[in-house]
């Protein structure tokens, strides 16, 4: 029986407690009276995933069973979420390939010739085909690499449809194979509530024409938060989408959910509470640390990346997006929701070394910036943890590297504009076109394995909800320089950054620490 | 690079191990009390330690080791065993609990014709959530597992345990005390020893918590003055229930406790007079003298309980 979520207020009994920081992690004793949010202990997950996955195709929600919608002759077009989930990758095989094998078994025996896989990959960097194997198993890959199984191209014009406008006057534009289908098979992992439903086809599959509706300033700053869908301005967007689509194209939406096992075995103390380690954590702490500093960088980064979460399937639900996706998200926030009194003056978050931007990759300045203000700062309902013109405090060491390959754009974003200005509205105004529509940028997310010149842009106005709630931004360990530039401050410590704090929320603030990964979304009432 | 190697481990190491007992074993911080998980600790079977191999074992083992190193590392004073020398088992011995001192204290004192049949409670979280830990206890002390909490209170091995003829010894106070002061004993003892109509002996250990207190793993230095006071045994009355039995156990272990500050017959004249409560640490200091005791986190408490006996003078015994 896993236990719930729960708030911990530190007292003199609490130990120090875990705290990521990039590729590595700490001990942190935190002042006393401090908060301290943590996640439902990992859900069981399904003895028998495959069964529960026949389950589902046979008895989906909403549609005639997967079987009867296949026929010979027809244009099946099977769509799965890209190696941007979930976070860390799962220990193979990937629940995608279970489900994918499946109904390419119900395909082949309905005499379904016409078959495509694509990852809905969006402006994302394309999958190498190493990736794809992973994802979708030795099997599928063998039949239908490389012709059969692709990545999304935004930028394929030719291949790329406008299904209409909402009413808002939003532009759907998907891939054509995929709208031009008899049936789009959607197979999806929803690992937080943003995820999922209306968004898996209409950003997936979308141009840069279509995301903009949604991936700008003043939609993000009105989604509060967005993992609250129903508080989400960039989800009301989703959803005029979705609706729009399921008018047009036949969507059979799959969906599964993980529990929060991120780490192997023999990292088990990371998945643990901390007064709850025994010898063999301890020990296990001990010799992970000093033997993660003292492994070169480039080697350290290899092996967090190597990891491979042991993931249990908790659910798997098929059928209309529609029906299917409250299913999936009250299985997401069984999972993760934790009740949590009020918010603080101060939030406090350690960031790993993942977030879904960096898989195989490096954690750049403007993915830390993403991941700690966009993603951590939004796992909340109602309101956030700290409370407006509040302090967020976050571990990471903000180096100034970057990926060359993967994020060519975010080179000259991080050089470029924000030595100009760290104003959201302000980049997008000025620079969105020209990033949006380089074709340098262009060509390498194509061609190469390059996230979309867009991209950096799009992850500055993730965090641009946080940026105009807080007051104030302190990396401790974070390298000064780099921090500076995009206008937050560093700390050597925690005693430094919470004085530093101190001066904008006053001399005894109230603190909370957000503790994740795993995901802890916080119900903040 | 060494230093870096070095200075940066031992840095760890001391963050670890804070707030940690030798057993690297924390505290569950109280906010979190209430998610503690419910261990189910009836997989490791204590039976074996009942065997004659394990019982010739745990003899040498207790007066060749353990009482030998506990007598020499405090300087024990037994009373009261004039009151149990004749006494037939089984019997459940009850006794105050500060320290980890005190189980050494009563095996080592009891008459051995009981040791050689007593069993100790032992918390089953605490003791037996490690099989190498449960392995030790149960050896040494002949333990078995006692959950404090949660729905296996009820299927505890202590009947079974006394229906086999066994000795008991249990602290009712379910831990040890946090301040060295007594906190409520629960009612379980007085329920086993009504339901088995066994007699229940009460004991009081005084000067424990000063010579090693919670979180110390040895005895402070200087063989610091313990007293060991058997009481007379409490036989359940006809018609007597738990609650009866509990009351008398308490006014027992009360008396007992007032021996040192009032001597014997002041404590039973105190006790006639309805005098004694519980010992629960020094008052509150008022205008008319009355007071209640000092409220449960005030550092008079600890303070008072930590301070040692005073050392036996030769003229302090008339007899002698």
Known sequence: MSRPGFVLEVDERTPALLMHEGEGFRLEKLPLGSRVIYPPESLPGFRDVDAEIRRALDAPLGRPPLRELLFAGMRLTIVFDDLSLPLPPMQTPDVRQRVIEQVLELAAAAGVDDVELIAGNSL??????????????????????????????????????????????????????????????????????????????????????????????????????????????????????????????????????????????????????????????????????????????????????????????????????????????????????????????????????????????????????????GYFFNLYRNQPIVRPGGVAIFYHPVRNEFQSVHHPSYI??????????????????????????????????????????????????????????????????????????????SASSLEDALEMARERVGSSPTITYHHTPPVAMADVR | MKRRLFGGFLDDLRMVRQSRDVQGRARTPRSALVHESQKRSDGFGTAWARTPTARAARRVLQTGVLKPVTWSQVSPRIEGLDHIEHLRGPVVFVA????????????????????????VGAAADYFFDARWRAIITTLIFNAFPIERRGSDRRRSLAPQLLGQGWNLLLFPEGTRSEDGWMAQPRLGPAHLCVQRQVPMVPVILRGTYAAMPRARNWPMPGRQRVIVRYGRPLFPEENEGARGLHQRMVQAMSRLWAEDELGWYGSLRAQAKGELTLPSGPKQITADGSGSAVPSGSWRRSWEASRPLPKETKHSRVWD
């Open chain 1, 124 to 373: 994302h960097r394309r999958m190498t085909p190493a990736e794809l194997k992973r994802t979708v198993g030795e099997r599928v890959y063998r039949s239908f690499f490389p012709d059969h199984l692709k990545n999304h191209d935004a930028e394929d014009k030719a291949n790329l449809t406008e299904i209409g406008h909402t009413k808002h006057g939003e532009v759907v534009e998907i891939n054509r194979r995929a709208a031009e289908s008899d049936l789009i098979v959607y197979v999806n992992i929803t690992l937080t509530a943003m995820s999922g439903g209306p968004k898996s086809v209409s950003v997936g599959l979308a141009s840069y024409r279509s995301l903009k509706h949604h991936h700008n300033v003043h939609t993000l700053r009105h989604s509060k938060s967005f993992n609250d869908p129903p508080n989400s301005a960039m989800h009301h967007s989703y959803n005029r989408m979705a609706a729009l689509l399921a008018e047009n194209v036949n969507i059979f939406q799959i969906e599964t959910t993980v529990n929060n096992s991120l780490f192997p075995k023999q990292m088990d103390f990371l998945n643990k509470r901390e007064w709850e380690w025994n010898l063999k954590d301890q020990a296990a702490f001990l010799a992970v640390r000093r033997a993660n500093e003292l492994v070169p960088p480039a080697r350290r980064r290899q092996i967090w990346h190597r990891n491979a979460a042991p993931y249990g399937i908790t659910s798997v639900t098929a059928g209309a997006p529609e029906e299917v996706h409250p299913i999936t998200l009250r299985s997401v926030l069984r999972q993760q929701l934790t009740e949590v009194n009020g918010p603080s003056d101060i939030g406090i978050w350690g960031l790993p070394y993942i977030c879904p931007y960096n898989v195989n990759s490096i954690m750049n300045p403007i993915l830390v910036m993403s991941l700690g203000l």
């Open chain 2, 96 to 119: 105050n609990h500060s320290s980890h001192l005190d189980a050494p204290l009563i095996i080592g004192s009891v008459p051995t014709r009981l040791r050689q049949r007593l069993a």
């Open chain 1, 412 to 489: 000259d974003f991080f050089e470029e504009v924000l030595a100009e200005t760290t104003d959201p509205v302000a980049i997008e105004t000025k620079f969105e076109e020209q990033f949006a529509t380089d074709p340098w940028y262009i060509h390498l997310y194509r061609n190469s394995y390059a996230y979309h010149g867009v991209h950096p842009l799009y992850m500055w106005y993730w965090g641009a909800h946080a940026l105009e709630h807080l007051g104030d931004v302190i990396f401790v360990g974070g390298d000064r320089k780099t921090t500076a530039r995009m206008g937050f401050r």
